[in-house]
């Protein structure tokens, strides 16, 4: 494994997007973390 990042409390049941390299990963209370998919980095 090469980094991990915790999600928001709540139901997950989120399917992950990567497009160009970006995960997008929806969480509860609409919330989306943007991270850069080969180092982790949480996206602004």
């Keep these: 494994m090469v980094w991990t990042r915790a ?3 709540g139901l997950q049941q ?4 990567v497009p160009d390299g ?12 943007a991270t ?3 180092r982790g980095d949480l996206l602004g």
């Design 22 to 33: 970006v995960r997008s990963m929806p969480n509860p209370r609409d919330v989306l973390q």
């Design 14 to 17: 989120g399917t992950p997007l």
């Design 7 to 9: 999600l928001a409390p």
């Design 36 to 38: 850069d998919g080969a």
